[in-house]
């Protein structure tokens, strides 16, 4: 808050702070881009929400980001710490809007193709027989 400040972009920044699920939920339905610039991740909760919301992520190349936004289809990864970069491809994605409408759009059939409840629960199933046969 206090670099927003010194930078002169305090007006135009919000700090939310924890959310509940619903206002999450609304704060992702009122977005027109979701980043991401994290440096380690796992499995980013947080992409995979945005993507099931329609939205287009700008993120860092990690490991977590790289196998969910398939880079230029449902999102645009960057290098890590190269803030140039991240600017860039933030701004293409501000600027474009039928462009950040169809990666919303396969941001959100990817989600539900690879990554919902019965998608994840067969995945388990087919590694749990497969650990079983050997």
């Keep these: 808050q206090a670099l927003a400040k010194e930078l002169g972009i305090a007006d135009r920044v919000i700090f939310l702070g924890w959310q509940s699920r619903a206002d999450l939920a609304k704060w992702y ?3 027109n ?5 994290s440096r380690h991740e796992g499995m980013p909760n947080a992409v995979l929400e945005a993507m099931a919301s329609g939205l287009p992520v700008v993120a860092t190349r990690i490991a977590g ?9 449902t999102g645009i990864l960057v290098s890590s710490e190269n803030v140039d970069e ?3 491809a933030l701004r293409k994605r501000l600027s474009a809007p039928e462009l950040r409408k169809s990666m919303g759009v396969a941001s959100r059939r990817r989600v539900e193709q690879s990554y919902s409840w ?3 629960a067969e995945q388990y199933q087919s590694f749990l027989k497969e650990l079983s046969r050997h």
Aim: proline share 4%; no cysteine.
């Design 65 to 73: 980001s790289e196998e969910l936004i398939l880079d230029g289809e």
């Design 118 to 120: 019965q998608k994840v």
């Design 29 to 31: 339905h009122q977005s």
């Design 86 to 88: 991240l600017r860039d």
């Design 33 to 37: 881009v979701f980043l991401f610039p």
